[in-house]
């Protein structure tokens, strides 16, 4: 809710003001004391500040002068009486917002207030659109030399320009919101807004007001109009995270949106246009949520014009230690530590390891190696324990197979446990489809079968 803050020497006039914006749905604050006033400020941090220009300690002046070196975002409109009418033009070439005249009525009172607020979230929406900007997601962000990785950007490359709604599938921490800010940045809608909304972390009804909007008093608790997120994309591009997630009855509301490209708020019934760009993400198996009545089959249809499959970091071989050193140099820098690499021992460790939380886990991994370390190096002993144990197993099975024999009979031992491994995963993430599977081997079906029957691998086991 939004948070005005009223400074007057008249404790009347103050009253009068708290009573009139309570009952226009907003938070209100107010001080007779406009050096206390200035202190409140410094830690109420109020949206608006509304200031009487003629005050015995402080003027209004003066007031608006501190409050900028405060918090420059905060709007302040001057409280003057028809004598003072020439001061107030003079405060807004000081940075004022407006003034409005004593005495005012209610409405007039409301009028200057909305039209402060809609300059707030005017400025607001431009910085965070800078922000977007300044940290370009283009196509150099993207940590990565695989062929894996390479093969993702192509497809970005390809269809950024286009309108087609996309679905990003990935596990979780693959960097799905990354490539999708990737899509919008290079896409004709780079100017206008990328909107975020994590479909898993909030409630149906939640959900739906975020998205959607509510009118005034649509519900207890909606004390103002706030329009949703989907005015906020409008032109730009909404991306849903995790929208598997999303309830059956939300998908519905959803369907008609992308069916109509209209909508209305909660409680309202003017029809809202909207023109986006969809970009969807998920960890989930959406057709199989669509066999189980999970997922709308039309809705999927809708959004799954375009796929990108991005790869877990396991399949992405030789970008770990890039990846590593991208977040050693931010983290060193940030916690200012002169920390400018990782011994040969450690990395063995990192890019050994399985990553099953993918780029999101490798980076709070260096996080932690970085507030353990204490020299310019971070070493094996700055890892967690979790990782050292993993990779421990690895070198006892590895030292059992090969312990004993000459140096033929081990490597042939080595290679036989390197060919099941590899052929049992890649088999695995082929979904057992064996001329999938060959393709990205670089081999013949043939041979496939051959190690298939060598091994004595099937499916069921």
Same mark, same amino acid.
């Given at each position: ?35 206390? $006033?200035?202190?409140? +400020?410094?830690?109420? !941090? ?6 009487? #220009? ?36 003079? &405060? ?7 003034? +409005?005249?004593?005495?005012?009525? $209610?409405?007039?009172? =409301? ?38 990785? =390479? ?15 996309? #679905? ?24 206008? &807004? ?60 959803? #369907? =008609? ?6 909508? =209305? ?30 997922? !709308? ?26 990846? &590593?050193?991208?977040?050693? !140099? ?15 021992? $450690? ?115």
């Amino acid at each position: 809710m939004n948070n005005i803050f009223v400074i007057d020497d008249e404790q009347d006039f103050l009253e009068n003001c708290l009573r009139i914006i309570k009952k226009q749905g907003y938070e209100c604050l107010t001080e007779k004391d406009p050096e206390k $006033a200035i202190e409140r +400020i410094g830690t109420e !941090r109020p949206d608006i500040v509304l200031t009487d #220009l003629k005050m015995p300690k402080k003027d209004g002046i003066e007031v608006l002068k501190e409050v900028k070196k405060i918090a420059p975002e905060i709007i302040v409109i001057m409280l003057t009486g028809y004598a003072t009418v020439q001061s107030a033009v003079e &405060a807004i070439k000081e940075g004022a917002f407006d003034y +409005i005249q004593k005495p005012f009525s $209610a409405e007039q009172l =409301r009028v200057v207030i909305e039209r402060a607020l809609k300059q707030k979230r005017l400025v607001e929406e431009n910085r965070n659109l800078r922000m977007q900007l300044e940290t370009t997601y283009n196509f150099e962000n993207i940590i990565g030399t695989s062929e894996a990785i =390479r093969a993702v950007l192509e497809i970005v490359k390809k269809i950024a320009k286009s309108e087609a709604n996309i #679905l990003i599938l990935g596990e979780s921490g693959t960097g799905k919101e990354l490539i999708a800010r990737c899509v919008h940045t290079n896409s004709s809608r780079i100017n206008k &807004a990328f909107v975020p909304v994590d479909c898993a972390s909030l409630p149906e009804n939640l959900l739906e007001s975020e998205l959607f909007g509510h009118e005034k008093g649509s519900f207890t608790g909606a004390h103002i109009t706030r329009p949703g997120l989907l005015e906020f994309a409008n032109a730009g591009t909404l991306f849903l995270d995790e929208i598997g997630d999303l309830s059956i009855n939300l998908q519905a509301k959803l #369907l =008609r949106v992308l069916q109509e490209k209209n909508f =209305r708020r909660i409680g309202g019934r003017k029809l809202i246009d909207v023109d986006m760009r969809l970009i969807s993400a998920t960890n989930r198996d959406l057709k199989e949520a669509i066999k189980k009545k999970e997922f !709308r089959e039309e809705l999927y249809y809708r959004i799954d014009v375009i796929t990108i499959n991005l790869p877990p970091l396991r399949d992405r071989h030789g970008d770990i230690s890039l990846i &590593a050193y991208h977040y050693l !140099r931010h983290f060193a820098n940030l916690n200012k530590k002169p920390i400018a690499r990782i011994s040969p021992e $450690a990395m063995r460790f990192l890019e050994g390891f399985h990553w099953p939380g993918n780029v999101r886990e490798l980076q709070n991994v260096i996080e932690r190696a970085v507030s353990f370390c204490e020299g310019d190096t971070i070493t094996v002993n700055d890892l967690p324990d979790y990782i050292k144990e993993k990779i421990a197993d690895v070198m006892v099975e590895r030292h059992e197979i090969s312990s004993g024999l000459e140096f033929k009979k081990a490597k042939e031992k080595w290679l036989e446990s390197f060919e099941k491994e590899y052929l049992i995963e890649l088999l695995n993430r082929c979904g057992w489809n064996i001329s999938k599977a060959a393709k990205l081997a670089g081999v013949d079906r043939k041979s496939i079968h051959r190690w298939l029957k060598k091994y004595k691998i099937d499916e069921k086991k």
